[in-house]
């Protein structure tokens, strides 16, 4: 295998961000900043029981209201969509069959929000309440209630069984095993931005739609399916997006809904959410309950593991046909595994939809993973850490499910938190109500397949150089944040030798930009990086031919670096290598760039599913203290290092690892989605769902490390959400070292810690009877 | 966004023009810090059609004086509490009130928020503090719109949770509280402000404004801690609440006052703890007092933190508080 | 039911030190004046009532006494802030560009998705008008009314460090790991007992 091998220059530099100014002095716009003349705000009716045949919607009242101009129902665009084409179950309005407390009925356009609010009462539904299904038990129990027509079996969205070797026999012959049942409670994205729509149709019907949305491509698609326009009479822009970590990454019903109210009105329409509704659009973290077996033989080799998973998918599909894949596959690094199984299913509850938050589908089967693997060294009294550094899988190797890893910087992540957190001299060693835990991870840098099946690219980028030096990325890529447009200038100068700040890009935009297919699975830097590098690549050629010619040198003898292009014998501005280039070649120079999606995987059915060309490692270490008399517990710090192959932009990808650690530790500590008995989420605000304020957020510190991975651009992968996973289990380890507990069910409530502390003190007073 | 509905905006700029408008427009509401009544008006709680606005009342009712020879300390309603928690005078004669205030919401509403506000706080419960499609949902309850308790099944008084911070301190010190209606003023020990009625938990008229609140100036001698119970460092209201306000001559108790919050619709002070004047002020009497605050106190499921866990850990945290009053 | 919500009344703001004389629906909230009557839509709506300070502004008296002080404007109503002389995101930047701490959450890449940052910044700005050289603890607890939600806080504070002239940007380099042998991993073909 060979390595690319990179000069040192933008690549890999701290540069700022190229929206940084933007966002920094107010003046970035968001989709709620636009407004347009004439622009009506709609608002979204939505069903006030969990399981309800709707009989009839009588908008009359409504639609005579004062300042109302135009109502909406579900017939009048009935077609079901869905992210996944072969889960389409959604309506962007429901017709007949209300499936959560927050779904989507009726929708309302009047003169300004509070107008369209005050309509939405005088909407008439009648609906006939059936009996709602809020857990998997319940789900699964009662087949001849739906909560979902689209299922075939009951109400399972997905099953899939896989068994890669015989797990039974290896886990007969153990000499430890770990059998325990693990739950991970529901949480959702919330990111800062609610979503918001802004929809406007001109006079030749060409609908143009600006939404908060990190997939603008599918977006685009399903509009054109469900409107029954044309793709080419549907443009989707993405504006500045104010997070999304995977919430924003379905069609929603307000793209739907203001789309067709402006076809009806020919006037502009906005839907924003409100926090409540971004509450019922969710697609958060599914709840998952994880029955596993860990198997160790004598040497402390993982021989087996076996997964027996329940999801709870809420009323929608979303990509939980991957989720339920994902929940097995994506388990089978850092560590070699002997054999493995794991029987996931998937299932329609009567809650809002879960979907793919930040870690889709693996950060639940690696909390149990990584804990039970931690309970299974303790009876072979193996160090945590020496149990992860032993079973570790190695570089260029399949996977027991059949995944190419390629790069695996995973040991020098280890060594990176053991060092860091003092873990030989302290673990074990804190004293009573303070502990340190570890737990590693694997992630993907994008998935081997589109969601639907083309052999078009994954991405795609296009490059225009002008004769004034200004170079110009179209790409249809979604900058969420994480920074792909930044990343964008930084191929282009180092490639090109531009100046970074002479490179505008111009992003996700449908009509402007190639298809890109969404910031999602990690898949950005990975594909959108490759397929820059190679329109760069080809303009460069023009660039050095042109100056060679003039300069009288050979092509390769041209430097292009640091705005200028220079030859042995002489240098010239960038811009002057444009004009010569641009002469050379007759035309406007530009040039295109494509991320061509190689064959991947195991060759059995789902075995593409979590294949990807690169995969991510992490380790981490937590650090808590726990209060034995209440149960309340705090990370002191948390310790990540993550192998993202090759940091494009150190500062970037420190900010990606301390978000996810973030994130990860919030789960851990306070977050979850919970209903009443009737299927009503309590609390949908940011003060009862509580997210973590600067003062309940661990002192973080994040590691690089680069393996320079073969396949990725300048040997990147991916930072975005593998470095979520270890923080659950690295804090459920260390509390354990802190007092002796082992907590298996998120979130770990302090209630819960001090009920385990009164068992392990009930359990010790025992045994000193006994004894 | 969540909209609101119309409602005029009075500003008076005195206390008595306040009352008489007050007065004049039934139903009005007071805006003072408009950290509560906001988000309530935006959830559709209450109906009213008129706020009156004290902001200009500023000058008249945000002050921290002490009245000598007594010492005792008068606190204008109008301080915002962001200004008592920084305030000397607070900090060094009354510092669990000062301890109070640092530990309510976050940095810009205790910016906005004012003594007067916080101790008339509404009441709060997780099945009334939501959206009105939330509520008609779950079929509303009494508090607002509707006739069912979802909290004691069958009960038939709110016990929506008193959530103030600043109410168990000032209680614990022997507060009282001075009113003004268009009938004059009044001044009650805050024991006989609150009442256990969640849907309107103050004897406050409908015309009537809090203007000040009084300490007695033995507060200032008094060893006196806070603490509050909430799953976040910030922004949250109380899961528990409370302040204990000792009298120790020669180590031996002289006075003890106890109040927990965040239970039901009036903070409750812990009560019968006479019998421990005279006591040793140590640490037997620091456990002496969470058991008969765990005893006495109930935690309901109003406030969406466990109700269990939270008298489980109640005695622990009155412990504690007391041995940091008493610095021992 | 009464459409009473389109009676409109005149507030006088003034705004980065500019009156404004404005006919806003009587119920209007500073927030949405700033974005929706006079376009200042750097302030933003997060959570709708007063928990993210996404919607964070400076505001002190009129007479200029007193420093800006963070208010969150989703919940002051546009008629009550009449007395106030307003800061937003807009007017941080001064005719030298941007503030300090503009630049320093620029550079320190504390700006993701940006959205939470104008009222970060400005909460930001206002601890280091009250405290120049503020200590960690300082800063957590006068960002803690601040939700973000990508950055986990830690280039914020790094940002807010910096803007005091407390440290440099963070500039640790990666690490390289070493070549690693593939471990003795069999991939099995599975059986598909439920695809």
Known sequence: MTHPVHRPGHVGARFPKVDGAGKADGSGVYADDIRLPRMLHAKILRSPHANARIRGIDVTLAASYPGVVATLVGAEMPAKYGVIPWTHDEQALATDHARFVGDEVACVAAVDERTADEALRLIRVDYEPMPALLTVEDALAHPEIKVNERAKVGNVTKHVELEFGPV????????????????????????????????????????????????????????????????????????????????????????????????????????????????????????????????????????????????????????????????????????????????STRVYTNKPPCGPKRGHGSVQPRFAFEVALDEAAEQLGIDPIEVRRRNFIGENVETVNGQRITSNGFLKCLELVEEASRWTERHGKLGPGRGLGVAGSMYISGTAYPVYPNEMPQSGVLLKLDRSGRVTVYSGASDIGQGVNTLLCQIC?????????????????????????????????????????????KLADKLRAAVAAKLGCAPADVRLEL?????????MSFAEACQLAEAAEGATLASTGGYRTKKLGGDYRGGTIGA?????????????????????????????????????????????????????????????????????????????YRIPTSLDTPEIDARIVESDDPNGPYGAKEAGEGPLHPAIPAIANAIHDACGIRIRQLPFYPQRILQLLRERDARRAGSERVA | MMTLPAVDVLRPRSVAEAVAQLAAHPGARLLAGGTDIVPNLKYGMYDTQHLVALRGLSRELRYVRVEEPEGEIRLGALCTIDELA?????????????????????????????????????????????????????????????????????????????????????????????????????????????????????????????????????????????????????????????????????????????????????????????????????????????????KQCRPLTNIGVDPGWRREVLPVLVRRTVLRALAV | MSTGHRRKTLVRLLVNGEEHTLAVPVQRTLLEALRYELGLTGSKQGCDKGDCGACTVLARPRDGSGRGEPILSCITLAQDAQELALTTIEGLAGPQGLDPVQRAFADCGALQCGFCQPGMMLSARALLDQCPRPTLPQIQEALSGNLCRCTGYTKIYEAVEVAAGLR??????????????????????PKEIAP
Not at chain 1, 563 to 571: C, E, F, K, L, S
Not at chain 2, 180 to 187: D, H, Q, T
Not at chain 2, 222 to 235: G, S, V
């Open chain 1, 168 to 343: 039974d026999d290896a886990v007969a012959r153990a000499a430890a095993v770990c059998h325990q049942v693990y739950e991970y409670a529901g949480s959702t994205h919330a990111p800062i931005e609610p979503h918001c729509a802004v929809a406007r149709v001109d006079g030749d019907g060409n609908l143009t739609v600006w939404s908060s949305t990190q997939i603008p491509h599918y977006v685009q698609r399903e509009l054109s399916r469900v409107l029954g326009l044309p793709q080419s009479k549907v443009r989707v822009i993405q504006p500045l997006l104010g997070g999304a970590f995977g919430g924003k990454s379905d069609p929603f019903s307000l793209e739907f809904c203001v789309a067709k109210l402006a076809m009806k009105t020919g006037r502009p329409v906005k839907i924003l959410f409100t926090r409540e509704e971004v509450f019922y659009a969710h697609r958060g973290r599914h709840p998952m309950r994880m029955d596993v077996k860990v198997a160790l033989d004598g040497d402390g080799r993982i021989s087996a593991v076996d997964n027996k998973i329940h999801i709870d998918g809420g009323a929608y599909a979303s990509f939980g046909l991957v989720t339920a894949y994902y929940a097995g596959q994506l388990l089978t690094g850092p560590y070699r595994f002997g054999t493995y199984r794991f029987d």
């Open chain 1, 612 to 688: 990807s060309p690169a995969y991510s490692f992490t380790a981490h270490v937590a650090e808590v203290e726990v209060d034995e008399e209440t149960g309340i517990w705090t990370v002191r710090k948390l310790w990540a290092a993550h192998d993202c192959g090759k940091a494009l932009n150190p500062t970037l990808v420190e900010g990606q690892i301390e978000g996810s650690v973030y994130m990860g530790a919030a789960e851990a500590q306070m977050e979850e989605m919970i209903y009443d008995r009737s299927g009503l989420l309590f609390g949908p605000s940011l003060l009862d």
């Open chain 3, 168 to 189: 440099e940007p963070a500039s640790r380099p990666p690490v390289s790991s070493e070549r690693a042998a593939a471990s003795d991993q069999v991939a099995h073909v």
């Open chain 2, 86 to 294: 920084r305030d000397a005078t607070v900090q060094a004669r009354l510092p669990a009130l000062a301890e109070a205030c640092a530990q309510i919401a976050g940095p810009q509403l205790r910016r906005m928020g004012t003594l007067g506000g916080n101790l008339c706080l509404d009441t709060r419960c997780v099945y009334v503090n939501q959206t009105y499609f939330w509520r008609s949902a779950l079929g509303f309850c009494l508090k607002k719109d509707g006739t069912a308790c979802h909290v004691v099944a069958g009960g038939q008084r709110c016990v929506a949770a008193a959530s103030n911070d600043t109410a168990p301190v000032l209680l614990a010190l022997g507060a009282s509280a001075r009113t003004v209606s268009p009938r004059g003023e009044r001044v009650l020990p805050l024991e006989e402000f609150y009442l256990a009625d969640g849907v309107h938990n103050t004897v406050l008229a409908p015309d009537e404004l809090l203007v000040e609140v009084r300490v007695p100036g033995q507060a200032a001698s008094l060893r006196q801690a806070f603490h509050k119970l909430r799953m976040r460092a910030a922004i949250d209201f109380p899961a528990l609440n409370l302040a204990v306000a000792l009298g120790v001559t020669e180590g031996a108790v002289r006075s003890v006052r106890l109040c927990v919050g965040a239970l039901a619709a009036r903070p409750a002070l812990v009560k019968g703890l006479d019998d421990l004047v005279g006591r040793p002020a140590d640490r037997r009497l620091a456990d002496e007092l969470g058991r008969r605050a765990h």
């Open chain 1, 563 to 571: 705005g200028t292009a220079a030859g042995p014998q002489g240098t």
């Open chain 1, 493 to 537: 100068a180092e490639e090109m030798g531009c100046d970074p700040r002479d490179v505008t890009v111009v992003a996700a935009d449908t009509d402007l930009t190639p298809v890109d297919l969404g910031a999602y699975s990690s898949r950005v830097t990975f594909m959108v990086g490759l397929a820059a590098r190679e329109a760069c690549e």
